[in-house]
Structures are given as structure tokens and as C-alpha cells.
């Protein structure tokens, strides 16, 4: 969602909102890649997927635990 750089900067803070938002968040993991580093998740997406999928499956178990 665009916003102007000024209200983040009145919001957040100079240093917070020119940090984390309007920096460019362009990262490469070159040198991990460089070592041989794999990582299980080589993209976000199924990463995320992985994450969501594990929570719910502990609040099931936590859910049918309270039910006994």
C-alpha cells in the first residue's frame, strides 16, 4: 500500500521508516551459497506454507487436549 515517505517518517520515526521501509530489502544469500549452504526452504512461499501449516496442527492438538 503506498504511503508518502513523510507521514511514515511523522509516524514511525527518520531512522525506523527510512530502516525498514524505505530501504530497499533486496537481499541475496550469496556467500551462504558460496560456502554450499542449503537451505530448506529456497524461496518464502513454502517456507510460510511450512510455518502455517505447523500451527495449525499444534492448535488442533492443543484444542483436542482441552477437550479430554
Known sequence: MPAPAF???LLLGREMA???LLASQR???RRLQETGYAFRFP???P???HVLARGS???SLTTRADAI
Open 27 to 29: 537481499v541475496e544469500p
Open 57 to 59: 496442527a499444534a492448535r
Open 18 to 20: 527510512d530502516e525498514l
Open 43 to 45: 524461496a518464502l512461499e
Open 47 to 49: 517456507a510460510l506454507l
Open 7 to 9: 507521514a511514515l517518517r
